[in-house]
């Protein structure tokens, strides 16, 4: 079982909105300004979509935000493409013994 | 650009120790506030952090891991390691090396590198 809780899978039409939620504690999503957000694509490496909850890397599209609101994360796709289907992971920083927490992973299906 | 490479043996026998090594080229593994860190992904599944380290040396490991995991870094060859001790048919997965700062975004990743637990 996964330390923080994603929904197994979310679905949208290309150019609609989609939101992946991540749930944690205070421990971790609750306690830290440190949320990242993950891309993987079958066969791929994850790629980092969202850092620090709410910033992009450079190259990222804006496409993609994230949000936090108490012990819960958020990413944000807006206007959907066929090229956003893929695997979407949160991650934590932890005061717990482990350094960092992940989510089990959201399926993204582009209907 | 920073670029990370796994490498190591693809098939373990059960019992017996894995090791990899990730070889960072592009940059400089003694980078001032980045960590090095080993995640795995068993085939189908969701991302698991074993461990990570800083170029001085001190290490963080995931509770699940710690009595079997080891992990060292050698700045000279721009390189850090992987060791886990006991493995079994449950350690066969993806696994991938990547840096991250004290936060814990995973920036850099490395593409991964298969490892099979079998006989």
């Known amino acids: 079982q996964s330390a923080l809780t994603q929904p197994a899978s979310v679905s949208g039409s290309p150019g609609q909105s989609i939101t992946i939620s991540c749930t944690g504690t205070s421990s971790d999503v609750g306690g830290y300004n440190y949320v990242s957000w993950y891309q993987q694509h079958p066969g791929k490496a994850p790629k980092l979509m969202i850092y620090d909850v709410s910033n992009r890397p450079s190259g990222v599209s804006n496409r993609f935000s994230g949000s936090k609101s108490g012990n819960t994360a958020s990413l944000t796709i807006s206007g959907l493409q066929a090229e956003d289907e893929a695997d979407y992971y949160c991650s934590s920083y932890t005061s717990s013994n482990t350094l960092v927490v992940f989510g089990g992973g959201t399926k993204l299906t582009v209907l | 650009q920073l670029q990370l490479q796994e490498s190591g043996p693809g098939l373990v026998k059960p019992s017996e120790t894995l090791s990899l090594t990730c070889t960072v080229s592009?940059?400089?593994?003694?980078?001032?506030?980045?960590?090095w860190g080993w995640i795995r992904q068993p085939p189908g599944k969701g991302l698991e952090w074993i461990g990570s380290i800083y170029s001085s040396g001190n290490t963080y490991y995931n509770p699940s891991f710690k009595s079997r995991v080891t992990i060292t870094v050698d700045t000279s060859k721009n390189q850090f390691s992987l060791k886990l001790s006991s493995v079994t048919a449950a350690d066969t997965t993806v696994y991938y090396c990547?840096?991250?700062?004290?936060?814990?975004?995973?920036?850099?990743w490395g593409r991964g590198t298969l490892v099979t637990v079998s006989s």
């Open positions: 990547a840096r991250h700062p004290d936060s814990g975004s995973l920036d850099y």
């Open positions: 592009g940059g400089s593994i003694s980078s001032s506030g980045y960590y």
